[in-house]
């Protein structure tokens, strides 16, 4: 079983990463930046209330993330493991998990954390991306195109672009992602960290991953 906890900076490629374990390792990902862009678009209580702090690239507060987490991992396909990316963001987050956690006898297996010391890396990464909003594959204008410009190369959906992965608000969501380095310190003391230089290819970032896991 893998409990993985996935940290780093906007445009880490901390998304790119949980796609290959999922399909490696079948596991389900929890992203909250996903939940919560799919309560906003629904309009939803959650989705409503939420919306105000995304919109301006700073954190939801604290009850309404844990509420959504604990949802979520009460559903059945978390038995086998899964992948937390974008959660916890704060240490008051951290502590909640662990609670959830113990009283479901889970226990973390490792925090991967990507990081990405240049910021211009990281602007460029993350104004240039587009996904896939079917399969949720991907893309970078640059770094890795669609065969056919604006469609997934999968099911040939029209990509989209994320409202906040804009120049200005990257520039907010790294002054929070540096809020975070609590959450970092957290798992360290539990011996459960592994940091990577998210600067390097894809695969070597990913076969790096799987030598943390222990992994073939
Ligand atoms: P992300 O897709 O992880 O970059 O998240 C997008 C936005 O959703 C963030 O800028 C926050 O406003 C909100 N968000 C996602 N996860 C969390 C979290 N764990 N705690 C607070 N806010 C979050």
Known sequence: ??????????????????????????????????????????????????????????????????????????????????????????????????AMLERRQLPITRVIVIDVADKQALIDRVTGRWSCPVCKTPYHVTGAPPKVAGRCDNDGAALVQRADDTAEKLTRRLAEYEQTKPVIDFYARQGKVTELDGQQAPEQVYAQIKQALGAP
């Open 1 to 98: 079983m893998l409990n993985l906890i996935l940290m780093g900076p906007p445009g880490a490629g901390k998304g790119t990463q949980a796609q290959k374990l999922i399909a490696e390792f079948s596991l389900p990902q929890i992203a909250t930046g996903d939940i919560l862009r799919a309560a906003k678009s629904a309009g939803t209580p959650l989705g409503k209330q939420a919306a105000g702090f995304m919109d301006i690239g700073k954190l939801v507060p604290d009850e309404l993330v844990i509420g959504l987490v604990e949802e979520r991992l009460g559903q059945p396909d978390t038995q086998s493991g899964f992948i937390l990316d974008g959660f916890p963001r704060t240490v008051a987050q951290a502590e909640s998990l662990g």
